[in-house]
């Protein structure tokens, strides 16, 4: 069974960064496409971005030049890299992995605001 923690969330400031994780267990890395996702209170979970299995990418365009995802394939590990970070970012991020079946984690908060 595929099991998925997240880590990394927080309080910060607006331009500031932070650096989530997650980290994949009970299957086989290599053959999942890797994403984050986010819901603010209220709206409906969007898409943030995602990479599969060959490093490919692809991003929301709200995200897009300050957020980068990537993948430590020997590690198991997802990593999202948010910078410049704004008000509109605050969201619970979950991370997903993907292949015949989806997989969701847990969550992790991330709120900015000065």
């Known amino acids: 069974q595929v099991r998925l923690v997240e880590s990394g969330g927080g309080l910060v400031r607006p331009g500031g960064s932070l650096r989530l994780s997650c980290a994949f267990s009970?299957?086989?890395?290599?053959?999942?496409?890797m994403g984050w996702y986010r819901q603010a209170p209220g709206k409906q979970r969007e898409l943030v971005a995602r990479i599969t299995p060959y490093s490919n990418t692809n991003y929301a365009d709200s995200v897009k030049g300050r957020f980068t995802i990537s993948r430590d394939n020997g590690e198991n590990t997802v990593y999202l890299e948010m910078n410049s970070l704004k008000p509109e970012d605050t969201a619970v991020y979950y991370c997903?992995?993907?292949?015949?079946?989806?997989?969701w984690g847990q969550g992790t908060q991330v709120t900015v605001s000065s």
């Open positions: 997903n992995a993907a292949s015949r079946q989806d997989y």
């Open positions: 009970g299957s086989n890395f290599m053959i999942y496409t």
